[in-house]
C-alpha cells in the first residue's frame, strides 16, 4: 500500500479525508500544503461546530436569561474546561481566552508589567518570535526595565549551560518558546521553567508551535503561563488561550476594561471579577472557542504516538532528501525537532524559489518568520520553512524537493 494511504500505523487517507482544504488543485497541481507552521487547515468537525453555533446557538455568553443565552454559556465553558483537560491545568478558571498567541503574551507582558520597576531584567531566548519579544519591549521601555537574549547556539538550540550568564538575581520573567517556528526545535522548557523558578522569576511559554505536535502538561513543565491558539492546532483562527497559574492570576491586574469583566462599575470606580472574566472584557470569540474545543476533541481523538512517529519519519525523509539538493543548506540541526525544515540556497534567494513551487502546487514559507533577532544569530536574512503536519505525505515530502530540483535548473544557469 502507498504511503499516500498508509504510513506506519496512520491510515492518511482516512486522515485527509476529513480536511476539505487539502482536496484542491493549485495552478492545475494537487496542493501541497506544506506551510502549517503558519497555520493548519481545519478538520470537518471544527468547521461544521462553528457553522452549527452561528446557525442554532448564536447568543451572548454569561449575560442572558434566555435558552440560546444559555447553551452558548454553556458551550463556551465546556470549551475552557476542554482547554484545561488538554494542558492539564488545575482549574478551568486558569484559562483565559484571548485572540490568539499574540494577544495571551501581550496580555502577560501588560499584567506582569505592573509589577516591574527599573533595573529589572525580562529574559527571552534569541528565537522568539516577535510576539514574545515586542511586548516585552513595549513594558521594560515603560517601566525602565532591560530585555536580555538567552543564548542560541549555532545548530539552533538553547544555550542553557550559559543560562546563568543572564537569569540572575534581578530576572523577574523568563518567556520562553516551547517549539521554533523558524527551525523547528523543541527547547527543554521543563528545565528553563526550573531555571526561572530558582531565581524567583516568573515562567511564560509560547506553544503556538507545540499543540499540534506534543502534549502539553502545565504542571509537569512547571510555567507559570503558556500561550495556545487555536489555528495552529486545527482550530480556528482569531481564537487562542493564556494559562495562568491561580495564584498568579488572583494577584495580575486587568488587561483591557470593558464589559463581564468587572464586580461592581460606579462613577467612583470599579471593582473587578475573579479570573478567568477580569482578562475577557467585551463579548469573546464564542464560535471559535466552541471550534477550539472540537479541534482538542478531534486531537484527543486521534493516535497521538502514531501521528508523532509519521512526522518523524517525514522530519527525517525531508532532511535527507533536501540535504541532496546541490547548494542547499539546512538551518537548524537540534537533536529534538518537530517536522519543520528550514533551509537556505547558495543559488537563489528564497523570494525567487517560492513562486517557482508555488507553481507546482507547494504551499511553504518564505522569509524571517518574525523571528529577525533569530536570522540576525544565525548570519540570515530569509530561509524558505516546510513545516509539516500529520495529514502530509511521503509524496508531498518528495513533490517539494522535485519542484526544488527542478528550481535549481531553471535559476542555477
Ligand atoms: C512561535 C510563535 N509564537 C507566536 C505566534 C503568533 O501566534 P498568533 O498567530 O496566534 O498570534 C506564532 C505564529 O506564527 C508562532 O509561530
Known amino acids: 500500500m502507498s504511503t499516500q494511504s498508509r504510513a506506519g500505523g496512520l491510515d492518511i487517507a482516512r486522515l485527509r479525508s476529513e480536511f476539505p482544504a487539502l482536496h484542491q488543485s493549485v495552478h492545475g497541481k494537487p496542493l501541497v500544503y506544506l506551510d502549517n507552521a503558519a497555520t493548519t ?44 483537560g488538554f494542558i492539564n491545568a488545575a482549574d478551568a478558571s486558569e484559562c483565559i481566552f484571548t485572540s490568539g498567541v499574540t494577544d495571551s503574551l501581550n496580555l502577560a507582558a501588560y499584567t506582569l508589567g505592573a509589577g516591574l520597576k527599573r533595573g529589572d531584567r ?30 542560541v547556539t549555532d545548530r539552533g538550540e538553547l544555550d542553557l ?138 486531537l484527543a481523538s486521534q493516535d497521538r504516538a502514531t501521528w508523532a512517529e509519521h512526522e518523524h519519519e517525514l522530519l527525517v525523509r525531508a532532511t535527507g532528501a533536501l540535504e541532496r539538493v546541490d547548494g542547499l543548506r539546512v538551518v537548524g540541526r537540534a537533536t529534538h525537532k518537530i517536522a519543520t525544515v528550514s533551509f537556505v540556497l547558495e543559488w537563489a534567494h528564497p523570494y525567487d524559489v517560492a513562486p517557482i513551487l508555488d507553481h507546482a502546487g507547494v504551499a511553504v514559507r518564505t522569509g524571517h518568520h518574525c523571528t529577525q533577532p533569530l536570522m540576525d544569530r544565525l548570519g540570515l536574512k530569509a530561509t524558505i520553512r516546510a513545516s509539516m503536519a500529520a495529514y502530509n505525505t511521503a509524496e508531498e515530502v518528495d513533490t517539494l524537493v522535485a519542484a526544488l530540483h527542478k528550481a535549481r535548473r531553471m535559476l542555477a544557469g
Open 122 to 151: 525580562i529574559v527571552l531566548s534569541h528565537m522568539e518570535h516577535h510576539s514574545n519579544i515586542v511586548p516585552w519591549q513595549i513594558v521594560a521601555g515603560r517601566v525602565g526595565a532591560e530585555v536580555v537574549p538567552l543564548p
Open 41 to 84: 487547515h481545519k478538520p470537518r468537525s471544527v468547521i461544521d461546530a462553528t457553522v452549527r453555533f452561528y446557525e442554532q446557538d448564536n447568543a451572548n455568553v454569561h449575560r442572558g436569561l434566555h435558552a440560546l443565552s444559555a447553551r452558548a454559556t454553556q458551550a463556551y465553558e465546556m470549551a475552557r474546561d476542554k482547554v484545561r
Open 161 to 298: 549551560a550559559r543560562a546563568g550568564e543572564v537569569i540572575d538575581e534581578r530576572t523577574k520573567v523568563v518567556s520562553c518558546v516551547f517549539v521554533s517556528n523558524t527551525l523547528g526545535t523543541i527547547n527543554d522548557v521543563h528545565r528553563v521553567c526550573t531555571l526561572a523558578r530558582a531565581a524567583g522569576a516568573v515562567s511564560v511559554i509560547d506553544a503556538a508551535q507545540a499543540a499540534a505536535h506534543l502534549s502539553i502538561d502545565v504542571r509537569a513543565i512547571g510555567c507559570d503561563f503558556l500561550a495556545l491558539t487555536g489555528h495552529k492546532m486545527y482550530g480556528p483562527t482569531g481564537i487562542g488561550v493564556l494559562y495562568g497559574r491561580r495564584a498568579l492570576l488572583d494577584r495580575l491586574p486587568p488587561f483591557r476594561g470593558g464589559g463581564e469583566m468587572i464586580d461592581q462599575c460606579t462613577f467612583a470606580g470599579t471593582t473587578f471579577a475573579p479570573p478567568p472574566a477580569r482578562f475577557e472584557a467585551g463579548t469573546p470569540n464564542i464560535a471559535g472557542a466552541i471550534g477550539l474545543g472540537v479541534a482538542i476533541d478531534f
